[in-house]
């Protein structure tokens, strides 16, 4: 069974606790506070003021540059502010605030439920479509999709590849988008092959999800979806890893940054992202809500939410039951690569794919020994780079040396911290690290 070359670990997945909860819809809340900023990229720039009455779906913030996202508002009603606000992490960003009044949308979306499967665009047209929907990637990185899909000129793609692995442990927003809303999904890998003229996709699933796999292969046969592979994967993780994926699919390597995966000739969509593709471009529905995974051991109720950008952390958290007593720690995605949320009441955005909610011993960091240079974390490094030699580089400030050990191929997947036996906190010196660096890089680049 295909798996990435190098690397890799084993984690218990723990999604029994949500896996077979069917997606349900939350209650609208009463007011949400959308940032502008949803995706990697500028900022889109607010084009309704204080005072305004906005339709659920309509444009509220215009995107400002090629790599951005137009952000839609998810309810209707209201502006209220316009305004700097905390995020999850207790930063400051630029949010739109509005007050429900209802729920009336945009005339020109389809709600129904009736699956449009037929797609005479242009490439370009479907392109324009996403861009205008404010699509991005679903899967954590925020991508604007619209980008991904325009090949630069010299470059061809070769293959789609759809990213079902979900290998992040307990979530499983991913898994039961598959299995309840398949032709939704298979439809929009038609778009998107088409967006990219290719006549060859694969999607890919760890195959911990057997029943995922045997789904989307019925669905393909039973509906004719031609050019459509649904290929098993071993579970490893970070088989989701764009990369990692890429090399378990093609046997491809994608070279080191400034390489993209259009490179090797692949594109690399989240599978939640072409349910949304479908829905931009067939319903003409913008990017407003997405299934959220809220999860952990020790909750009263796991769910999966379809819910509404903008929507509190606490909201969804109360929906559940509540957290545990004792030392919780609320993690914005899985506890691998998700960071932790040190505000509640900050909103759900569009790269959100769960909230895991982790008590008990499981909060508790261990106390820092000296390395006893295992080399464990080299071992586990699926980028093939020295964790151990990154992390001290970072502590010391030592910025160019890390820059020359390729400390931004990072994909901070966690695995070095995961198996370092002195309990170091490898990756949270690399992340600071890879930022550093990556800043400095950027401003070499102006100087010029």
């Known amino acids: 069974m295909k798996t990435f070359p190098i690397g890799g670990i084993h984690p218990s997945d723990n999604k029994k606790w949500s896996k077979d909860k069917a997606i349900e819809s939350l209650a609208l809340p009463d007011q949400v506070a959308v940032p502008v900023a949803q995706h990697i990229g500028a900022p889109a720039t607010p084009i309704v003021a204080k005072g305004d009455k906005v339709l659920t779906g309509q444009l509220i913030a215009q995107a400002t540059g090629f790599v951005s996202s137009n952000i839609h508002s998810p309810i209707s009603g209201t502006v209220t502010a316009i305004d700097m606000l905390p995020c999850g992490q207790g930063m400051q960003r630029q949010?739109?605030?509005?007050?429900?009044?209802?729920?009336?949308?945009?005339?020109?979306?389809?709600?129904?439920?009736?699956?449009?499967?037929?797609?005479?665009?242009?490439?370009?047209?479907?392109?324009?479509?996403i861009k205008d929907a404010g699509v991005v990637?679903?899967?954590?990185a925020t991508f604007p999709t619209h980008v991904k899909l325009s090949v630069p000129d010299g470059q061809k793609a070769e293959i789609l590849i759809i990213n079902g692995v979900e290998c992040e442990p307990y979530l499983t927003s991913d898994y039961r988008t598959m299995l309840e809303r398949g032709?939704?999904?298979?439809?929009?890998?038609?778009?998107l092959m088409r967006a990219l003229q290719v006549d060859k996709a694969v999607i890919g699933v760890e195959n911990n999800k057997p029943d995922a796999v045997a789904h989307l292969r019925d669905l393909i046969k039973k509906n004719n979806y031609r050019g459509i592979e649904v290929m098993a994967l071993k579970t490893r993780y970070p088989q989701g890893g764009e990369k990692q994926l890429i090399a378990a699919v093609t046997g491809r390597q994608v070279p080191p940054p400034p390489a993209l995966p259009i490179s090797v000739?692949?594109?690399?969509?989240?599978?939640?992202?072409?349910?949304?593709?479908?829905?931009?471009?067939?319903?003409?529905?913008?990017?407003?809500?997405?299934?959220?995974?809220?999860?952990?051991?020790?909750?009263?109720?796991?769910?999966?939410l379809k819910l509404r950008f903008g929507t509190t952390f606490q909201t969804v958290v109360d929906?559940?039951?509540?957290?545990?007593?004792?030392?919780?720690?609320?993690?914005?995605?899985?506890?691998?690569?998700?960071?932790?949320?040190?505000?509640?009441?900050?909103?759900?955005?569009?790269?959100?794919?769960?909230?895991?909610?982790?008590?008990?011993?499981?909060?508790?960091?261990?106390?820092?020994?000296?390395?006893?240079?295992?080399a464990k974390c080299v071992a586990a490094c699926p980028m093939g780079l020295e964790p151990y030699l990154l992390s001290k580089?970072?502590?010391?400030?030592?910025?160019?040396?890390?820059?020359?050990?390729?400390?931004?191929?990072?994909?901070?997947?966690?695995?070095?911290?995961?198996?370092?036996?002195?309990?170091?906190?490898?990756?949270?010196?690399?992340?600071?690290?890879?930022?550093t660096v990556m800043g400095n890089i950027r401003a070499r680049a102006l100087k010029k």
């Open 95 to 129: 949010m739109i605030v509005i007050k429900r009044e209802g729920d009336e949308w945009v005339d020109t979306i389809d709600r129904s439920t009736e699956l449009k499967r037929e797609c005479t665009l242009t490439p370009q047209e479907i392109i324009a479509k």
């Open 137 to 140: 990637g679903m899967g954590g």
């Open 183 to 191: 032709e939704e999904l298979l439809t929009g890998v038609e778009i």
């Open 265 to 304: 000739g692949a594109v690399v969509c989240n599978a939640s992202t072409a349910v949304a593709v479908y829905e931009a471009v067939q319903k003409n529905k913008p990017l407003i809500e997405r299934v959220v995974t809220i999860t952990g051991k020790h909750l009263e109720h796991t769910h999966n």
């Open 319 to 374: 929906y559940a039951g509540g957290l545990p007593e004792g030392d919780v720690k609320v993690i914005n995605g899985g506890p691998m690569m998700g960071r932790a949320v040190v505000n509640l009441a900050a909103p759900i955005m569009k790269g959100c794919s769960g909230i895991t909610v982790i008590s008990g011993r499981d909060v508790a960091r261990h106390k820092e020994q000296a390395c006893i240079k295992c």
């Open 393 to 435: 580089l970072a502590r010391k400030k030592m910025w160019d040396r890390a820059e020359e050990h390729n400390i931004v191929d990072c994909i901070e997947c966690g695995c070095c911290s995961y198996t370092c036996p002195s309990n170091l906190p490898l990756l949270d010196y690399i992340r600071i690290g890879k930022q």
